[in-house]
């Protein structure tokens, strides 16, 4: 009992801090950055499906100009939504419906000219490399052609036509299900149940996120995977995206990290990575907005600057993603005692 | 009435029943879990031990079958049925498993492997058992009872020597992250954000390491310890992953009990000595001294190399470092031409399953068995390639610092004992 007593007063005897509310963070985390990141996106996809609907039904240089910027506003909305990956997106198969690359064109034609009829219930049904925003790219900004060529083949191609609209559609579709998949749903699964889980969930989709942009996005159109360099192998190659996706996407990273968005101010990972080492949750930081930074620094598009040879920012940008993506794996993972795996085979 | 030689055979019988009925559940589970696909029969390359290259999965259903039997014979032993073969059998199946990938490599896997094989030596399928049908001998060699002893008890000692260091006495990491990570589970959030809790952890583990094989072997201390062995378990149990350890530990450490507690709990199970039990030979004598001089060596060998053990993982496994590390590292591999200087990235991803890259992210063993790997790989494509690793490694809360020397081929590296000159020494400050 004397034993027991003594433990006590010294347990007492010491200073509590509450422990760090990390159900507090995820619910900021999805409150101010996930879901409005997702409204975002669906009203950016609700313009570009009016405005598809629009070129179909009177294809002209204002249209396909209004189309386009819209595709272009949907496509920035969804990249920036892609740190929140890990949730709908891809238990649903969304992100693929969305954003399945490189295009297909070959499977794009022949959809055109055997499937249909493009209603929603043929797009739900349909293979990802057949919709989604690179399908759309590939028939707005095909540089193949003209764009008087372009609106002639849709006024002249009613299935074309319809198949440029119903794309549209199901892309806005896609996003209404992201909005209502995580208002309250999955938002609330994310705060309530495991907190641990969904700071490890979150880290390593982050880890995922930051390799396929120095990877798939860099390293293979840049060559710096071992193979010539290859302009065509950028993402978003008819468009000239290539440069606001990385943006985009990298911008979403940092609003994750952060948890600020749109002037908003949020309690973000780095508040939690802060309560356990101040200095590595400044040096995240920095490194995110020298990510950000580097990207801005690209004259776009990439496809052009590889092409001339003018690759020294993009360069730039890959070994500074490098050493961000250490950070997160390594230091982030240890000072979190985050698991970066996707197995759960026991320990010890 | 117990001689010199002999004790009630009740405990022994109770730790083979124990023993099989575990190995047989952590087979079942190893099973439905799906991971005998995930971890041996998925992965197109496994990292073999030293010495043990030639030892290969079964094709496909082939692991099945060698699970299939690891059940059947963890049933037979508990049940005492063709214990001699049910036991050898039952070791040689589950050693092949565990020397099939070091990146499944754990420490109680280990443990088991070794009492499997002290066990096959032991006359445990002559009492309480169907091979003894209600005649065998009720008592069993004194020698079995303090051999399962030492070795548990090893197990306890050594992880406690192993906490004796200043991470885990003086900046009480990696329990300090452990805690901060799992307090939202019941009772221990509010106990993890008192200020010196996880000091007061770390200590409390080492002295309860090192402290409880001689505290269960004490009558009066005894309740106390296995209270403490089974609540320490739980609580581990409940914060890690750890699968069938706490179980084990849990359920075996009655051998440290009187030889007959059984008998408190079931009063009918029978008395008497029908057969003399059979006395140690000369022989086993000496192998029983030789194999504690390779377990007391074993986990001591890492004296030999320089550097911080954790860190540099030579001569970590078999010593029973258990749960004093945490590590996260971050690893990109390049291959270099070297008739060209042509590099290129390596995706381990493309051989490799999750795990074992995060395994090999922080194991130096593994990124040069790797290497090994892609050169041969590539030699198959008619190019002499060098293999360089860029390898970050965090641990026990300080920030990453490379692992290895980045300009090193480890293609080129012997893959032996001797100290890896190529291999950091220690963690950043």
Redesign the interface.
């Known amino acids: 009992m004397k034993k027991v007593a003594v433990l006590a007063l010294l347990l007492a005897s010491c200073d509590a801090e509450p422990a760090y509310d990390r159900a507090a963070m995820l619910e900021s985390l999805s409150d101010v950055v996930a879901v409005p990141a997702y409204r975002a996106f669906e009203a950016e996809a609700e313009t570009l499906a009016g405005a598809t609907g629009a070129l179909c039904e009177a294809p002209s240089e204002e249209t396909l100009g209004a189309a386009r910027d819209a595709w272009r506003g949907a496509r920035t909305a969804f990249k920036r939504t892609e740190a929140f990956g890990f949730g709908p997106a891809m238990e649903r198969r969304i992100d693929g419906a969305v954003d399945f690359w490189p295009t297909r064109v070959t499977n794009i034609e022949l959809a055109i000219r055997d499937a249909g009829p493009f209603e929603p219930a043929w797009f739900e049904s349909a293979g990802t490399s057949v919709k989604g925003l690179p399908a759309l790219e590939y028939l707005l900004f095909d540089p193949a052609r003209t764009d008087a060529e372009l609106l002639a083949r849709l006024g002249e191609e009613p299935r074309r036509c319809a198949y440029v609209a119903g794309l549209g559609g199901h892309v806005a579709a896609q996003a209404s299900l992201l909005v209502e998949a995580w208002q309250p749903g999955y938002r609330d699964m994310l705060v309530t149940d495991d907190p641990h889980a969904s700071v490890s969930l979150m880290i390593n989709h982050l880890i995922a996120v930051l390799e396929d942009v120095k990877l798939n996005r860099l390293s293979k159109p840049l060559g710096l995977d071992g193979a010539a360099p290859d302009p065509e192998a950028v993402e978003s190659p008819y468009a000239g995206h290539d440069v606001a996706g990385m943006l985009a996407t990298l911008r979403g990273v940092r609003d994750a990290w952060t948890g600020d968005r749109g002037g908003v101010e949020g309690i973000g990972l780095d508040d939690y990575v802060a309560s356990r080492d101040p200095e590595l949750a400044a040096d995240v930081t920095r490194r995110l907005d020298d990510v950000v930074g580097l990207t801005e620094a690209i004259d776009p598009p990439l496809r052009d600057r590889i092409t001339e040879g003018r690759t020294n920012e993009a360069e730039q940008l890959h070994q500074a993603l490098r050493e961000t993506q250490r950070l997160f794996a390594a230091d982030v993972a240890m000072t979190l005692a985050v698991t970066v795996t996707f197995t759960d085979n026991d320990g010890d | 009435m117990e001689t010199d030689r002999e004790v009630d055979a009740a405990s022994l019988a109770a730790f083979r029943a124990l023993f099989g009925l575990l190995m047989a559940g952590a087979a079942v589970r190893f099973w439905a ?1 799906g ?1 005998i696909g ?2 041996y029969v998925e992965p197109a390359f496994h990292f073999t031990y030293w010495g043990f290259d030639w030892i290969r999965p079964l094709p496909g259903w082939g692991m099945y079958a060698v699970f299939a039997g690891l059940i059947v014979t963890a049933l037979a032993v508990a049940l005492g049925l063709l214990y001699r073969w049910a036991i050898a059998l039952f070791f040689v199946l589950f050693t092949y498993v565990e020397l099939l990938d070091q990146a ?1 490599y ?3 896997y280990y443990l088991v492997s070794l009492l499997a094989l002290l066990m096959c030596f032991m006359p445990l399928g002559r009492s309480f058992s169907v091979d003894a049908r209600g005649q065998g001998a009720l008592r069993a060699p004194r020698w079995c009872l303090w051999t399962l002893r030492a070795q548990l008890g090893l197990v306890y000692v050594f992880a406690g020597v192993a906490k004796l260091n200043a991470d885990w006495l003086i900046e009480a990491e ?1 329990l300090s ?2 805690l ?5 589970l019941p009772g221990l ?9 996880a000091h ?1 952890m770390s200590w409390g583990g080492a002295v309860f390491d090192l402290a409880v094989p001689l505290a269960l072997l004490h009558r009066r201390t005894r309740p106390f310890a296995y209270a403490g062995v089974v609540g320490f378990h739980l609580v581990t149990g409940a914060m ?6 706490p179980w084990i530990m849990a359920l075996l450490t009655p051998i440290f009990f009187s030889p007959s507690w059984p008998r408190r709990l079931w009063t009918s199970l029978p008395r008497g000595a029908p057969r003399p039990s059979r006395t140690l030979p000369r022989w086993g004598a000496w192998a029983l001294a030789g194999w504690f001089a390779i377990q007391l060596a074993l986990p001591l060998r890492h004296h030999a190399y320089p550097g911080q053990l954790l860190w540099t993982e030579e001569g970590l496994r078999w010593s029973w470092h ?2 004093i590390v ?5 690893l ?1 591999l390049t ?1 270099r031409d070297r008739a060209t200087g ?4 390596i995706d381990p991803s493309e051989d490799l ?3 074992q890259r ?1 395994m090999m ?1 922080t194991s130096p063993d593994m990124l040069l068995r790797y290497a090994a790997h892609v050169r041969e790989r590539w030699a198959a494509r008619g190019r002499d390639v060098a293999v360089h690793a860029d390898a ?6 300080r ?2 610092a490379p692992l290895v020397d980045p300009e090193i081929d480890l293609a080129a590296q012997p893959d032996d004992l001797a100290p890896r000159a190529w291999v950091t020494r220690r963690p950043a400050p």
């Open positions: 879990k991971w995930a971890l499944t754990l420490n109680h990696p992250t452990w901060a990570a799992r307090s939202d959030g509010a106990l993890a954000s008192i200020d010196g809790f007061l890690f992953q750890l699968g069938m350890f258990v749960m945490e590590k996260s590292g971050h990109e291959a042509e590099r290129w990235p399953t999750f795990a995060r992210a970050w490694v965090a641990m026990n809360g920030r990453s």
